[in-house]
């Protein structure tokens, strides 16, 4: 039920996966440090992680944890400078800023770097020049001319995606950066046995940042802009912090900037920033994973010991003066209405820090919280909840709400400060304080388990400035929380000093875009390589083998009975479980079911009300969901294992006695319609579902396959409870990852878990015949936005296994990510686009269809190019030898490395077995792809994309789309939001 996008689309960190830049850096291999060279390092008492905290004789702070599960090091390189450190006249400057870190040095990235640096020092003057005409528009257009010109010739130097290319030969994954308030954070997650090559790359890309491709990169980062312009909830967030910080930088300006500090933008501000915040005093380096202490700190010394400190700007907060009586802001935007509620409270490394988490949790956290229970399970809104936006100087508390139908956004804001009134009155029941700091610690308990979590938690403690040691006690502080003390806080806090942000759906009249410059194609040069790209590659590292699941020896089973199979791995790490009871049927045999697994959450059983069953539940440190898809009802238990049975037992009451609530199901079917009509405002779900089930299916699809109003309206409870009932006398299986033996796990389920003596075979399911796709159309969706979004729609083969090594080459050599093909044409070279993509995507399952999907999201001016643009790549794939071999590295280390451990491989032989699968697939991609040319890719591209039928879908503002162009490509129909929501 949470609604709230992650917090970084939320204005609150600029993430830059789809917008990163790439290349990156290198620098001169620094003697290795002597080996009787001592180490000092501090840990923390009670520390799960095992960290150890060293700082190197130039002030630059490494983290290290040590964890096993696979041969990865999960790394974080923080930088303790981020939009609140902008210039007040540069405005995203740290965002620009970390996508130039990107791009390279004077030795990588570059082909030739004394014929490229006077062109880059041209191009920087010129940006000066462009600053001081803002007056001038015809001098400004010349200047511009001018830098474009240059910018060609600088090109011709550059070896773009440099970096990308060699993090991805390394089988780096997930590389990616952010800017939020504080920091500026670069992420790579990779194989253990190429730490040097990490390390060197990086040493270099904090040694120097060069402004290369800045042109280019620039119009990225107003594409990123633009899809800022286009997000409500953005716009929300920014009005928020805008009245909430009036002085302050949180409220004063945003991450990614103001529109005219991006169209007049200073390389030289961006040297200075540079020179300013990334130096060793300032960073830190955060590795959890599979590392040796001693020889990891040795190799950063190594690599980082040679880099300059010097002193980093003080920076002085400003004090924000109390808010005495509520402020009110109104945003419109074309999606659904809700109400935002913010209070300003002190920053997180202080107690009230501690006491804000903990009021937060008291309203939300997702079972017996406040407004979980009496907002959100009594189905007073639509749905409520809120969240703590923690930062250095001064910490936001969000309440946030969308009202039912017919209701007015007043009234879900009197709602929501009346649970928030319960507190400070101590309204709320005793034992609630001592579970949610029961819960937390088995939550991070859980996010223990993967190497992200724990690094984040390191560079968390650098940024936030407290020890490792207070880092670590902030969670026995947390559980020293009194409900006396959060009350008091609570009456001291929170009174009239909020600011409510009202969102209401409509037109907005203050859209703008960032207008389009005119920008030449800068080369690719895809095959060239910088000298020390080539030393990097060859440093030394061990050969590491891949380690695939084996499904008969890593999973074990047993017979339940007769139609009930346990599949069984053990966790040998921390006392958690997660149980799960897979049934092969969904919304195509029964729609109701969707319904009716929704319902499960407003349900008591005989002995307890819905609010009391989900309050023992939380009591236990254990939770349950189950959800409905097409053809699978999962139902999952997870939590503490020691609570297993008395968790099962109130599980299974509710499975199996669940009690008819009538007005439950009035309130729940007046949400479902409010929700369907909400849908039909979000443009996420008009392209990425509706219009794609549309294009796929035809107007009657598994989308549109929805219990009809009228029919929802003469529901009656006793037929839900029925089909929830029925659930587990089908033929079904029992997953379970936890501590304790099969035997006696097997006990517990025959005991515990109510099924009939035979279990009835699973009944036929509806099938959704998949339409040809043999006529070329383009289908477009009005929808009042700056940018257009475009998915180009192929139908390929059913599935077979024998082509998913071909498959994964392609898709890594071809739209997969920040080195491919497609993101080097699309948006390095052609500047088109924030985010592009292409895939030939799998079937889940036998028998079903593989499509090719390709997508890029533009200023809808930008529309002609980036529609050729993507259609000649699908048409002719470009040969880029070095391309190749790095796809086919990054693929050949990835899986060497990857390890799929946990729950995970229970899950990952549901999705085999979906596939007519009883073995580990990677083993084939890994085995084949190495021995595959580029013919063969060719001839894979040649039969299965080149000259395919396409169906192109667009969703885009009817003022601004160019319907000259989109008939170039195919019949153009418009379809109405009735037609592909079916309602």
Known sequence: MLLLPALATLGLA??????????????????????????????????????????????LTVYLSDYKDAPRIQTYVAVRAGSKNDPAAATGLAHYLEHMVFKGTSRLGTKDWSKEKPELDKIEGLYETYRGERNDPVARKRTYHQIDSISGVAARYAVPNEYDKLMGSIGSKGSNAHTSNEETVYKEDIPSNQLEKWAAVQSERFREMVPRLFHTELEAVYEEKNRGLDNDFSKEFEALNGSLYPTHPYGTQTTIGTIEHLQNPSITEIKKYFGQYYVPNNVALCL?????????????????????????????SPVEQPITTP????????????????????????????????????????????????????????????????????????????????????????????????????????WLIPAIINNEKLTLTKSYESNEARASALYESFIE?????????????????????????????????????????????????????????????????????????????????????????????????????????????????????????????????DVATDYLQYLGTGQYTAAQLQQEFYKLGCSFAVSSSQD???????????????????????????RPDAAALKNQVAGILKQRQDAKLSKGVILNQAMLNYAKYGPHNPFTDV??????????????????????????????????????????????????????????????????????KVYWVDYNMVQAEILFLTKGDTYDRLLAPTVALYNEYFGGGMGSIVFQDLRESKALAYSAMSRYANADKTGRSNYILSYIGTQSDKLPEAMSGMEGLLTDMPLADANLAIAKQSIRNSIA???????????????????????????????????????????????????????????????????????????????????????
Request: net charge positive; hydrophobic share 35%; with cysteine.
């Open 707 to 776: 219990v009809p109003e009228a029919q929802l309206k003469t529901l009656k409870p006793e037929q839900l409870t029925s089909l929830l009932k029925s659930l587990p006398t089908y033929q079904h299986r029992v997953l379970y990852y936890g501590p304790r033996d099969i035997a006696g796990l097997t006990t517990v389920i025959r005991t515990d878990h109510q099924t009939p003596a035979t279990l009835k075979p699973d009944p036929a399911a509806k099938d959704f015949a998949e339409q040809p796709l043999k006529e070329k």
């Open 288 to 316: 959890s994973g599979d590392l040796d202490y001693d020889q990891t700190i040795r190799l950063i010394d190594k690599y980082f010991g040679s880099l300059q400190n010097k002193p980093v700007p003080v920076f002085h």
């Open 632 to 658: 699978r009802v999962l139902i999952s238990l997870s939590g503490l294992d020691s609570n297993l049975e008395p968790a099962m037992k109130l599980f299974e009451q509710l499975l199996n006695n669940p």
């Open 14 to 59: 600029t993430q830059c996966q789809s917008s990163k830049p790439a290349a990156a850096v290198a620098t001169t291999a620094v003697p290795t440090p002597a080996a009787t060279k001592e180490y000092r390092y501090e840990t923390a008492p009670n520390d799960p992680l095992g960290v150890r905290v060293y700082k190197l004789d130039n002030g």
């Open 327 to 430: 402020i009110v802001k109104e945003v419109t935007g074309p999606s659904s209405e809700n109400v935002m509620l913010g209070y300003r409270l002190p920053g997180k490394a202080t107690r009230d820090g501690l006491r804000l988490r903990m009021l937060d949790k008291i309203l939300t956290n997702g079972q017996a919280g406040l407004f979980d229970l009496d907002l959100n399970q009594q189905q007073k809104v639509l749905q409520a909840q809120t969240f703590a936006d923690l930062n250095d100087d001064y910490s936001t508390h969000v309440l946030y709400g969308t009202p039912r139908q017919g209701q007015s956004l007043a009234e879900v804001q009197a709602l929501m400060l009346g649970e928030l009134a319960k507190v400070k009155s101590g309204n709320f029941p005793d």
């Open 897 to 983: 490395t990857d390890r799929i451990t946990h729950e995970g491989v229970l899950l990952s032989y549901e999705r085999a077995r979906r596939l007519g699968l009883d073995y580990d697939l990677r083993r084939d991609v890994y085995e084949q792809t190495q021995n595959m040319s580029f013919t063969d890719l060719q001839k894979f591209q040649q039969a299965k994309v080149k000259g395919q039928n396409q169906v192109i879908l667009v969703i885009g503002s009817k003022d601004r789309l160019n319907f000259k162009e989109l008939a170039k490509y195919g019949s153009v129909q418009q379809l109405s939001l009735k037609e592909i929501f079916g309602y």
């Open 465 to 593: 400035r407290v020890s490792w040691a207070d880092y670590v006690k902030q969670q026995a502080d947390f559980g020293t929380i009194t409900k006396a003390e959060i009350v008091k806080f609570a009456n001291d806090n929170y009174g009239q000093n909020y600011v409510a942000v009202l969102k209401h759906t409509g037109k907005d009249p203050n859209t703008v875009k960032v207008v389009k410059p005119a920008i030449t194609p800068v080369p690719a040069n895809r095959d060239a390589a910088s000298d020390y790209y080539k030393e990097v590659s060859k440093l030394p590292s061990t050969e590491l083998q891949p380690v695939f699941v084996d499904y008969k020896k890593d999973i074990q089973t047993a017979s339940i009975k007769p139609g009930l199979p346990l599949y069984y791995t053990k966790n040998s790490e921390n006392g958690l479980f997660s149980l799960f009871y897979a049934i092969d049927l969904g919304s195509n045999n029964n729609p109701l079911l």
